[in-house]
């Protein structure tokens, strides 16, 4: 590892032949070493040195499909995770780079006065390029379906985007925009979801509206996912969506259906990335929309009416009080909530009451949702709280489901696969002896002199260190007793 951070310093300051002949051979000789974290550095290394390169020799023109990329493709495969992350966090790097040797070659061929080597070099560079597309692409599609999800999200948070220049607009739409969308369906890394929402809007600008008709119902499922902070990556993507003037006015509308109520969730991050959004649509809508379409949806969550939806900290400031975190917890996870939802606004038999002129649902006695009702309004639900809770009916119907689900919680182990249930093991502990007579005697410790027979050492000896120093004490003042004619401890 020295070794590589040495050469590297070493590359700013020697020219680009002595960097291309001399130091990256003995880089790609660390490729092939039996440590991981010494292949993993190498490809770092790797890519920061073939930077700074600036001139490139014309034999040199060819050294990234016939030298460097053969090298280093076996490490896509590689058995240890770390070096494919490595690999993943600089593919984008390298595709830059390789493009950059491509064009200096290119260059090179055009100010040189031989008319034959221009006209051979501008014929084959549109080859070249087309065989740089197909070696890195193979790379890029390894990674993309590594079975690993650590190796995709890594692919995903460095680069993504220059990648999509690197391949040009129809590739990226056909290779990486169609791989990353079925990151979405792993329901086990909840992180690779919300990586999917932090690079989709860098694809999206670089691709075009074009992708919109297929954004919009991955959107439209990352608002109702179960995991409460890709439901903020969310909002946080159609937010820089709407800055950016990528979505048209009727999915703009459409959206704000599904995000207005999420200014009630309990969850500040939710809450605040919503009031993002609602802001940015009022700044890109025309005031008539804005008074006539997002204010009816806006109101109902206000304390007060307001002139504008423009200042983020004036509308955070006037919104009424969120769903209590435990109401809305006891709702998700209670096997009855889609009866307990329906029951809110269509059951025949609820008998309902009226607190301060508000109807809150409140069924008979004899009815299998009363204890569940009695639950809530102990936690404190109103009849306010009832109707953020219908708005989010949809939302909630979904966690509900994922979290009654005994098969999600099996799953659990396949997140971490470090943690171990020990409950479940049924280890009984035993007890164990040592014999302390066997061990080396010597004067300097007088404790192991006078261990003279076996000392057995019970299950409540082993609960810790102290314990048994205090019995081995206790052995040694019992025998310098006897010795000593004195009554023994």
């Known amino acids: 590892l020295n070794a590589l951070d040495l050469l590297l310093k070493l590359s700013y300051y020697v020219t680009d032949e002595i960097i291309l002949e001399l130091i990256l051979p003995y880089m790609f000789f660390l490729v092939t070493d039996s440590i991981p974290r ?57 595709a830059e780079t390789a493009l950059r040797f491509l064009e200096l070659a290119q260059l090179s061929s055009i100010n040189n006065n031989d008319r034959d080597d221009q006209i051979q070099y501008q014929v084959s560079y549109d080859v070249e390029l087309h065989a740089l597309h197909e070696l890195i692409q193979n790379k890029v599609v390894a990674l993309l379906t590594n079975s690993d999800s650590v190796v995709k999200r890594t692919l995903m948070e460095n680069g993504l985007t220059r990648l999509c220049v690197f391949f040009g607009r129809q590739k990226a739409n056909d290779v990486l925009l169609s791989h990353i969308i079925t990151f979405l369906n792993d329901k086990h890394d909840w992180q690779l979801r919300a990586a999917f ?9 670089y691709i075009g509206w074009h992708c919109l008709s297929i954004l919009k119902p991955l ?63 009022a700044k890109k809508m025309p005031l008539v929309d804005v008074h006539c379409r997002l204010m009816p949806l806006v109101l109902p969550y206000l304390k007060q009416p307001i002139i504008q939806l423009v200042n983020q900290t004036v509308l955070l400031s006037v919104l009424v009080d969120p769903i209590p975190r435990n109401v809305y ?4 996870r209670s096997p009855q909530t889609r009866t307990l939802l329906a029951s809110c606004f269509l059951h025949p038999r609820l008998e309902l009451h009226h607190q301060d002129n508000k109807t809150m649902f409140n069924p008979s006695n004899e009815d299998p949702l009363s204890q569940i009702t009695r639950k809530l309004k102990s936690q404190g639900m109103t009849a306010e709280i009832e109707e953020k809770i219908i708005r989010l009916k949809e939302i909630i119907l979904k966690l509900n489901v994922n979290k009654i689900n005994p098969e999600m919680h099996q799953t659990q182990d396949l997140v971490f696969p470090g943690l171990l249930d020990l409950s479940s093991l049924n280890i009984i502990p035993k007890s164990k002896e040592i014999d302390l007579s066997r061990m080396v005697e010597t004067k300097a410790d007088p404790i192991i002199q006078s261990a003279k027979r076996p000392v057995k050492i019970s299950q409540q000896t082993l609960q810790g260190p102290l314990q048994i120093m205090t019995n081995l004490e206790v052995d040694y003042l019992n025998n310098d007793c006897e010795d000593k004619g004195v009554q023994k401890v």
């Not at 439901?231 to 003037?245: I, Y």
């Not at 009727?250 to 969730?265: G, K, Q």
Request: aromatic share 8%.
């Open 38 to 94: 010494v292949r993993a550095h190498s490809i770092t290394a790797i890519t920061k040195c073939l930077q700074i390169i600036t001139i490139l020799p014309k034999n040199e023109a060819n050294i990234f499909p016939e030298y460097i990329l053969p090298n280093l493709s076996q490490l896509v495969n590689d058995p240890e995770v770390i070096v494919q992350c490595a690999f993943a966090e600089n593919i984008s790097s390298l």
């Open 197 to 205: 929402f932090d690079s989709i809007v860098g694809i999206a600008v």
């Open 329 to 332: 917890d006891y709702i998700v």
């Open 219 to 281: 959107l439209q499922q990352g608002l109702k996912d179960t995991e409460e902070f890709v439901v903020v990556r969310a909002l946080q993507a159609l937010t820089s969506l709407v800055d950016l003037g990528l979505l048209q006015k009727p999915i703009i509308t459409e959206m704000l259906i599904d995000v207005v109520p999420f200014v009630s969730h309990p969850n500040q991050w939710i809450r605040y990335a919503s009031v993002g959004y609602i802001v940015a649509c």
